[in-house]
């Protein structure tokens, strides 16, 4: 007598193969959103410390990009005439859509930054996600 599987027995194997591959693949792109809007938040972070340095070092004030820039973008690089100094020479920009971060400013005396994707983070469902002066 010839030992096999019954076509039933396939067919069930199969199901199960694909029932967790379904489940794995789910649970991949969720850690992929979760692992861009921390890199996100990283980046708002970075920027952040930068700006706050900016404040101590270079005269109380933060910085504003240069006349005739889009005011909306993080000013590249942030550095400080005087004294010389350069606190960030690369801004991060988004690490899904490559955009950079947005930045709101009242006055030299506070700002606000976003991750683009405003409204919220791709895995956060009520706020976008911004960071404000400190100061």
């Known amino acids: 007598m010839k030992k096999s599987f019954t076509l039933l027995e396939l067919l069930v194997v199969i199901g199960i193969i694909g029932l967790l591959v379904g489940l794995g693949s789910v649970s991949y792109s969720t850690a992929q959103r979760k692992a861009r809007d921390a890199k996100r938040k990283d980046d708002l972070r970075t920027i952040q410390n930068a700006m706050e340095q900016y404040y101590s070092v ?14 909306t973008v993080v000013p590249q690089p942030i550095a400080c005439a005087d004294p010389a100094t350069t606190l960030l020479t690369v801004i991060p920009t988004d690490p899904k859509s490559k955009f950079s971060y947005t930045m709101t400013q009242s006055t030299n005396m506070d700002y606000s930054i976003c991750a683009p994707n405003t409204p919220p983070l791709e895995t956060e469902a009520t706020t976008p996600y911004c960071l404000s002066n400190q100061q």
Not at 58 to 71: I, K, L, S, V, W
Request: proline letters at 14%; charged letters at 5%.
């Open 58 to 71: 270079c005269g109380f004030n933060y910085p504003t990009p240069a006349a005739g820039n889009d005011t």
